[in-house]
């Protein structure tokens, strides 16, 4: 993991973070794990780039999922 780290709040609704809670126990993960992982597999999948500057246009938007 980075050296610096930043918290970031989502909301989700009930049924989908006991979901996610019984997914993390079963893989003996953290709800953090298993949530940095994902967000991480999704960024390579979209290919963001690392060193794009806040505000800059992308064309990613077409393929992020609501």
Known sequence: MNKKS???TILIDTPT???LEALS???DLTVSQILRKLIKNHLN???VPNN???GEPSNVSSHIIN
């Open 6 to 8: 930043t918290r970031l």
């Open 17 to 19: 973070k006991e979901k």
């Open 25 to 27: 126990e079963m893989a």
């Open 45 to 47: 999948t979209l290919e």
């Open 52 to 54: 794009l500057p806040p």
